[in-house]
């Protein structure tokens, strides 16, 4: 009885270890299946990371670009301007000039008929 006895309990703890050796290889694959899904997890954060950064990086260059091309207008348009105002200065000059020279036409017409009409006076019988 002895015997049955020690065998019983040898028995009894060998069903114990298989058991318990199961649950370790149960929880050994288990702890593996998540460490899998925590480096593909890590992958996918990286591979987002990695996007954003790129978008943020396109994105400033955009805002540079953009900047630039301000830039740019801003200067054009100064250009612009001081092209306005020359031209509106020559215009100016031009149509003083023009006053100018229509005032002395005018005035020389003037005088052309005034010596014109005086000459028909003085030397013209009958007039």
């Known amino acids: 009885m002895l015997i049955s006895l020690i065998f019983f309990r040898r028995e009894a703890h060998k069903a114990t270890f298989y058991k318990q050796r199961e649950d370790l290889q149960e929880w050994e694959k288990k702890l593996r299946q998540g460490e899998e899904s925590l480096c593909e ?27 630039e091309a301000e830039k740019k207008i801003d200067i054009s348009f100064a ?17 003083t000039k023009e006053k100018v020279i229509l ?25």
């Open 79 to 95: 250009k612009l301007k001081e092209r306005e105002v020359d031209v509106n200065n020559r215009l100016l000059g031009l149509v």
């Open 103 to 127: 005032n002395s036409f005018l005035s020389k017409l003037i005088a052309n008929e005034f010596l014109h009409n005086l000459y028909i006076l003085l030397f013209v019988p009958g007039s």
């Open 41 to 67: 997890l890590r992958r996918t954060l990286n591979q987002r990371e990695e996007k954003a950064s790129e978008d943020e990086r396109v994105l400033k260059k955009k805002e540079r670009d953009l900047e």
